[in-house]
């Protein structure tokens, strides 16, 4: 028999099915019992290491994958990270999943991880099992899943970063948003082609304007008085010239400064394919030559 203890009986009740659910293709090789509190105790009948192989220890690790690992992704976020508030723990943890799913690569290394968390806990749980032990499973977790509770960490640390950044864009396109909120319009609209990585500017008549025609409209006074450094190619003269419309001719909608743009200016902007574009031009020229 291996007895395990448990500190919340929600968790030795998720297991105890999960070992039931094994159960039904090994039926005389071994059973669970669950006394209803917080222990789970499995009886084994069958080849000792077949039985731990083949149906014990991937029922265990389906366990943590399932039911433990979000409860160990927060203790790290709270307790290595010091993040307390509920709503930044469930944003930090939504990035850790991204970085979990398909254990995706060490950006900070640049390499692979040699083995998935699957196997680390497979590794773990077969070194130590065995007939007749009794344990509790907060202990286990603590010293026999070193390396798991270490690559946890790793993509908490990954999310954490990403969180960082995703809050100071936030920040930055408020700033933009509050910038343009101050400013009059300039133009009522103005037309944007996307080559990329180039957007080329077009003014209400559909001209198209030089770079030194765009770098004349930055309000240098909004450049050089925000704290945080504003693109000069693009959304600069945009802030500056504060257009009442923009109609955004695009065949990446996906691209960073295309939605930067949409998150700044909001309703003002229109996006549009970019074949769109010379069909207008088309249909300008038909108009002038019928009149």
């Not at 590794?123 to 007939?131: E, G, K």
Request: glycine share 2%.
């Amino acid at each position: 028999m291996i007895e395990i203890h448990f500190d919340e009986a929600s968790e030795a009740e998720k297991l105890f099915w999960l070992l039931n659910k094994r159960k039904q293709d090994a039926c005389p090789l071994f059973h669970a019992a669950y006394d209803g509190c917080k222990t789970v105790a499995v009886y084994i009948h069958g080849e000792e290491k077949h039985v731990l192989e083949e149906h014990i220890i991937p029922a265990m690790t389906a366990f943590v994958r399932r039911v433990v690992e979000d409860r160990l992704l927060l203790s790290i976020i709270s307790d290595v990270f010091y993040f307390r508030d509920v709503e930044e723990q469930q944003q930090i943890l939504a990035l850790a999943h991204s970085f979990l799913e398909g254990e995706r690569r060490d950006y900070r290394k640049g390499g692979e991880f040699a083995a998935s968390r699957a196997v680390l806990l497979r590794s773990a749980f077969a070194s130590f099992l065995r007939d007749g032990l009794s344990f509790s499973f907060s202990s286990f977790v603590t010293f026999r899943l070193k390396s798991y509770m270490e690559r946890l960490q790793h993509y908490v640390e990954l999310a954490i970063d990403e969180y960082k950044l995703e809050q100071e864009y936030q920040n930055f396109v408020q700033m933009l948003r509050d910038c343009l909120a101050t400013r009059t319009p300039q133009w009522p609209r103005l037309y944007l082609v996307h080559d990329p990585p180039h957007f080329l500017f077009y003014d209400s008549s559909r001209r198209e304007l030089s770079m030194a025609e765009v770098k004349q409209m930055i309000d240098r006074h909004l450049v050089f008085s925000q704290p945080m450094y504003i693109d000069s190619s693009v959304l600069a003269p945009l802030i500056s010239l504060a257009p009442a419309e923009i109609e955004l001719y695009t065949d990446h909608p996906d691209d960073g400064m295309v939605q930067t743009m949409q998150n700044v200016f909001q309703e003002r902007l229109r996006l549009r394919r970019r074949a769109d574009f010379a069909h207008l031009f088309t249909a300008n020229a038909g108009n002038r030559e019928e009149s």
